[in-house]
């Protein structure tokens, strides 16, 4: 609505296995060749299917029926705010949100109806104080699904 916003495209880049190698002149176009295979570094397209909900067997997941993925949730924080700026979901859930802010050095505030799944986002908020990992988000680049274990 304004010239005031933030967009961080750099932030949230795709590390995707690379399908069509070509080179120039013997050297990689685009793309790094790796022990692991070829990947390329690519923005995100205007379609995010990279995501799933948080599976039964990831450490992040909840009873919460509705529980957004923390993948998900890192690619708005990052792309849309700034180290140190404050997060606020008036609809928190789990707390998918807030745990995201915290692990992504944001600060960060929420509300929640349900007094159990505020207990959830407190007992995340504090796993996350020796847990800051993102599944699928790592080394400052978002995973193609599925490729992360292979590295
Ligand atoms: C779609 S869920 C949010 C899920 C969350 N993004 C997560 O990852 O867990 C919406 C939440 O809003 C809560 N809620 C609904 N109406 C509310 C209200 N008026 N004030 C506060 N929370 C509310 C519900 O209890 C529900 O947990």
Same mark, same amino acid.
Not at 47 to 59: C, E, G, K, R, V
Not at 66 to 79: D, F, G, R
Not at 92 to 119: H, I, N, P, W
């Given at each position: 609505?304004?010239?005031?916003?933030?967009?961080?495209?750099?932030?949230? &880049? %795709?590390?995707? @296995? /690379? #399908?069509?190698?070509?080179?120039?002149? =013997?050297?990689?176009?685009?793309?790094?060749?790796?022990?692991?295979?070829?990947?390329?570094?690519?923005?995100?397209?205007?379609?995010?299917?990279?995501?799933?909900?948080?599976?039964?067997?990831?450490?992040?997941?909840?009873?919460?029926?509705?529980?957004?993925?923390? &993948? %998900?949730?890192? @690619? /708005? #924080?990052?792309?849309?705010?700034?180290? =140190?700026?404050?997060?606020?979901?008036?609809?928190?859930?789990?707390?998918?949100?807030?745990?995201?802010?915290?692990?992504?050095?944001?600060?960060?505030?929420?509300?929640?109806?349900?007094?159990?799944?505020?207990?959830?986002?407190?007992?995340?908020?504090?796993?996350?104080?020796?847990?800051?990992?993102?599944?699928?988000?790592?080394?400052?680049?978002?995973?193609?699904?599925?490729?992360?274990?292979?590295?």
């Amino acid at each position: 609505m304004s010239d005031n916003y933030t967009f961080n495209v750099e932030a949230v &880049k %795709l590390k995707r @296995k /690379v #399908i069509a190698p070509y080179t120039v002149n =013997g050297t990689p176009k685009d793309w790094n060749n790796t022990e692991a295979g070829n990947y390329r570094l690519t923005h995100p397209s205007n379609l995010w299917t990279d995501l799933t909900i948080p599976f039964w067997s990831m450490p992040e997941n909840t009873d919460h029926p509705t529980q957004k993925p923390e &993948k %998900l949730v890192a @690619k /708005v #924080i990052l792309a849309s705010s700034n180290p =140190g700026d404050v997060i606020f979901d008036p609809f928190l859930g789990s707390g998918t949100t807030s745990v995201v802010a915290k692990k992504l050095g944001r600060q960060y505030f929420g509300v929640e109806l349900d007094e159990m799944y505020a207990c959830l986002t407190e007992k995340r908020l504090e796993i996350a104080e020796t847990e800051p990992s993102i599944q699928g988000y790592s080394e400052g680049v978002f995973w193609e699904r599925n490729t992360f274990k292979t590295q």
